[in-house]
Structure formats: structure tokens, C-alpha cells
């Protein structure tokens, strides 16, 4: 399962828009999004902040992403 990619779709983010925050290019955002090569631990950790989920959502095997979600409040 591709959580990066499905996170973004659920969060209504574009790639291009998640390209700027992360400060990283479009390719390599591309890569990660469609799984070719994993993001490093540094390049995760951002990723988990912009989207504002909890960074355990990319160790574990549950399909239930949602329930991962970081609080917000």
C-alpha cells in the first residue's frame, strides 16, 4: 500500500503544492508518492509534519489510515 500517495489524495494536497513545502523537486516527491524508492527518515519525518499525520502511520500494516491522524486541536 502506498500511504504517502493516499494520504495526499485525502488531503486534497497536490503533489506540486507539497513539492514547495517540502523543499524537495517534483521527481523526487513523484518517487516517494508512487513508491519507486523509499523517502529518507529526515525526508519521512517532513512529509508526516506537512500533512499533519502521526509518523507511526508508516509502520504499520493496518489498511485504516485514519486512525492514525495526528490531533489537530
Known amino acids: 500500500?502506498?500511504?504517502?500517495k493516499n494520504l495526499l489524495?485525502?488531503?486534497?494536497?497536490?503533489?506540486?503544492?507539497?513539492?514547495?513545502?517540502?523543499?524537495?523537486?517534483?521527481?523526487m516527491v513523484n518517487t516517494h508518492?508512487?513508491?519507486r524508492k523509499q523517502p529518507s527518515l529526515e525526508t519521512l519525518f517532513?512529509?508526516?509534519?506537512?500533512?499533519?499525520?502521526n509518523q507511526n502511520i508508516f509502520n504499520t500494516r493496518d489498511e485504516k489510515?485514519?486512525?492514525?491522524f495526528a490531533n489537530q486541536s
Open 1 to 4: 500500500m502506498n500511504r504517502i
Open 9 to 27: 489524495d485525502e488531503k486534497g494536497i497536490k503533489q506540486t503544492c507539497h513539492v514547495g513545502k517540502l523543499g524537495k523537486s517534483f521527481k
Open 33 to 35: 508518492a508512487y513508491n
Open 46 to 53: 517532513g512529509i508526516t509534519n506537512i500533512l499533519l499525520v
Open 65 to 68: 489510515s485514519e486512525n492514525y
